[in-house]
């Protein structure tokens, strides 16, 4: 076959063979077919969707291009969550020791920032030392020995996804169902889930920007895992303002293992309590939700979630000084007032997703470099009381002249009005 002729085809609205996917996944992966040609056929599933049968078919061959782990000899529960992305989202690092304290197994396996949105894996590597890339046979080990584990793909684990990804964050073609439910799904497939709690993200951080949008790619994202036999739960979260109070990298971090401490946000304690608690009762191990989250809050009253965490943290090789460093945020702050008296009416998240890009929290092109302890704080949620005065936001990070051009960037993020605003409601449902 001819690269140029698949993208042609698919270019022309014409339907891809299952053949000629797997065939273009195939050479992807061996590096015979060049990034432009990669990109060129991503952009043509971005403006000409995929049939189902066409997306299940890139779906499939993206899990034969790597190994696939398989847990069930320790006769557990296996599961796992996925979001489509957001700005401060940091429910991984919660969920993932919260419900490995109760035994289930969670092998996630995760991707970097993607375009405007946080990456779990950047966030997990700005912890000193911390082993994303561990190989197929070590993960299968830290998993048998402690029960979960965070990584990134790899040439091993989901190759067909980092490399798509990787072009995806660069090249505008993040925002369609087709690519988005193939990178979700195949991630989750090489897992060997049992179940599988998706955080469909809607809202203007979001890909998908209201629930219309939001439900098609739930229902899309479903459909695959029934056919495959996973028990997927859909959650569509509020993502009109970010989660939490920080973003960014390190600091994401840090707010994860507050909430592990039971001293975190109220917003991201509750979306991973919501989360946990629908595969709890999935696993059958909770008989109704109300059990589940008075059971996952004792988990975390009891140190039992920040412990599995810990150990987690050890697994893969992080060093666990560096989470509990007073050093995790840059030293040069810009902090921005409040010019009016009112309510936050709305916030711009996605304009904060990219200036967090622009201090060095994701990358425009491959070659950027990452600053760990680069970040926003936010004080206020919509419907918040502000004063004149009053920080509404807080930038941080090693490059004045970035910080500079990040504040410039935000200009009207907050919009603040003198009428009493509406609180968001974080699980829309
Ligand atoms: N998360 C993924 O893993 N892939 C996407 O395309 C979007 C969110």
């Not at 897992?191 to 809202?203: S, T």
């Not at 304690?269 to 059971?295: H, M, P, Y």
């Not at 904060?352 to 950027?368: H, N, Q, R, Y």
């Amino acid at each position: 076959m001819i690269p140029a002729e698949i993208i042609e085809k698919k270019r022309d609205g014409i339907e891809l063979t299952p053949k000629e996917i797997d065939w273009f996944i195939h050479n992807v992966i061996s590096e015979e077919i060049d990034d432009c040609q990669i990109s060129a056929l991503l952009m043509s599933i971005y403006f000409n969707g995929m049939t189902n049968i066409e997306t299940k078919s890139l779906v499939n061959s993206m899990v034969k291009s790597g190994k696939r782990f398989n847990f069930k000899h320790l006769g557990k529960y296996v599961a796992d969550k996925h979001s489509t992305g957001g700005i401060g989202d940091k429910i991984s690092f919660v969920l993932t020791p919260l419900l490995s304290s109760f035994g289930i197994i969670v092998p996630m396996i995760a991707g970097r920032g993607l375009a405007f949105t946080g990456g779990t894996i950047d966030k997990l590597e700005s912890i000193k030392n911390f082993q994303t890339q561990k190989n197929f046979d070590s993960f299968n080990n830290q998993i048998d020995l402690i029960g979960c584990g965070i990584i990134s793909q790899s040439s091993e684990i989901c190759p067909a996804d980092k490399k798509l990804y990787s072009i995806r964050d660069l090249t505008g073609t993040i925002p369609s169902f087709p690519l988005i439910c193939s990178s979700i799904m195949s991630k989750k497939l090489a897992e060997g889930l049992d179940g599988l709690a998706l955080d469909v993200k809607v809202g203007n951080g979001a890909f998908m920007k209201n629930l219309r949008e939001a439900k098609s790619l739930g229902i899309e994202l479903k459909k695959i895992g029934d056919s495959l036999d996973i028990d997927v739960s859909i959650t569509y979260s509020n993502m009109s303002e970010p989660l939490g109070k920080y973003a960014g990298l390190k600091c994401e971090i840090t707010e994860a293992v507050d909430c592990l401490k039971g001293t975190g946000p109220d917003d991201v304690t509750q979306l991973s309590i919501d989360l946990c608690a629908n595969i709890l009762v999935q696993s059958g191990i909770s008989a109704n939700k109300s059990e589940a989250k008075t059971s996952l809050l004792k988990n975390i009253e009891n140190g039992k979630a920040l412990e599995k965490f810990e150990e987690m943290v050890v697994a893969q090789n992080g060093d666990l000084n560096d989470i509990y460093s007073k050093n995790n945020f840059a030293r040069n702050h810009l902090k921005i007032k409040s010019k009016e008296t009112g309510y936050i009416k709305s916030i711009n998240t996605e304009k904060i997703g990219w200036a967090l890009v622009e201090i060095g929290c994701g990358k425009k092109v491959i070659s950027d470099t990452l600053y760990y302890s680069a970040g926003i704080k936010t004080n206020y949620k919509v419907g918040d009381k502000i004063y004149k005065g009053d920080i509404v936001y807080e930038l941080f990070g090693f490059n004045e002249r970035k910080l500079k051009i990040a504040k410039k960037m935000l200009t009207k993020t907050f919009v603040i009005s003198d009428q009493e605003q509406e609180q968001k409601k974080l699980i829309i449902e």
